[in-house]
């Protein structure tokens, strides 16, 4: 894999987790057709439609299903709830109204979960952080998943990659059987009794 031998002591204290809007108002259907333009952090921004009447229901769907969308949006307690698909502290969603109407407005979407980037340190260094829970920067060809906080630093060891057996085996075997089926057909045409008065080429050639 590329990645040396050797070991690591990694303490987490906090993990990267997305954002979460929740609607704080009792709005069940849009009053008005309106187009929401969604952004999560510096990414592209996209848009979604929304006709006069439409539930809560078809809203989060509109959304969820959306080209580009980073977002999962879902219905719960009869509330649009918005879930960021990416983590980090400056990945915090915009929610406009963008089509005349006032949606965006209606459902004072207000902050439920914030997003948050990881905490960590590595062999007992200073504090450092990380939008996403995949760590790539301890060790060159290292990828390191972040599945919870610590209460003291754990170690993390490379060994040096041990030979693929199976590979070998695989090979000894292909080997054992090739050489046994010549060893059979060298032994079979020795062995092959002599035609005393050969009409063909094929009985010649015994």
Known sequence: SGVPPGGFQIAVSQLARAQQLTQSTSLQAANGADQLTIQV????????NVAAGDSLQTIAGAITQASGTQVYASVVNSKLVLSSQVTGAANTMSVTSTGGGTLAADLGLTQSVSAQDAQYT???GSTQTSASNVL???ATGLSVTL???T?????????TPGPNTDAVQTAIQDFVTTYNATVDMISAKVNEQKVANPQTDADRAK
């Open 122 to 124: 590595v062999d007992g």
């Open 147 to 149: 599945l919870g906080t």
């Open 41 to 48: 952090g510096t990414g592209t921004a996209f848009t979604v």
């Open 151 to 159: 209460s003291s630093a754990v170690s993390v060891n490379i060994s």
């Open 136 to 138: 790539t920067n301890i």
